[in-house]
């Protein structure tokens, strides 16, 4: 049984597909596709952490409709996006394997190794300093907030001269590409994407003022 993670899939909702770039015409288009990525990485036998903001449908048959097709077993922890009164129903049924709330912090292991998942980025999580600790969160897409992020972790890292191992998972993430991934996957596609900012800074800064000025501009169709 492998373990894996993703955040912020947005079933159903016409404008993250704008918001995100995403590569589908329509909210049907990408349900299909979404789909079709979850299970061409995902076995029977998994089990995926959805870290958040899973589909923007408000209608508890929508979310059968979606979860009845993914491949494996479904962990949610809430994002704000989500109905506590669907995934209520939805666990007392026996749809997913459970689910935490959008305030609380989970610590699972994972091949010996803690991880914390929060639907929001925590810069100070719980045992931050230890090794074997890792924090993974969505919520902030590849926004502004996720270059301020970004930059408070280097921050840290220089302060503390010690790595800080929070992560990303958000699906539209470069090399997540909307698929859940293992935590190997998700920490080896960190130092790729870093090691690509570093080596193209000056793209990668005029990147983050263009990203920061046109999400701010989207936001509001981001909730429509």
Known sequence: MAI??????????KNIIRYDNRPWLDPAEMEEGLIDRWNSVVAKGDLTYVLGDFCWSQRYEDWIRILTRLKGQVFFIKGNHDRTEILKELDKKGYI???AGWSHQEIVRDTGRHVVLNHSPMPFFVNMHHDNTYHLYGHVHVSFDYQCIKHIRRQIEELYQHPVRMYNVGCMIRGIDYAPRTLDEIIQIDKENREFEEGHVEDYLHAKIEVGQDKIRMANGKNQ
């Open 4 to 13: 894996r993670y993703i955040s912020d899939l947005h079933f159903s909702h």
């Open 97 to 99: 394997a459970g689910f």
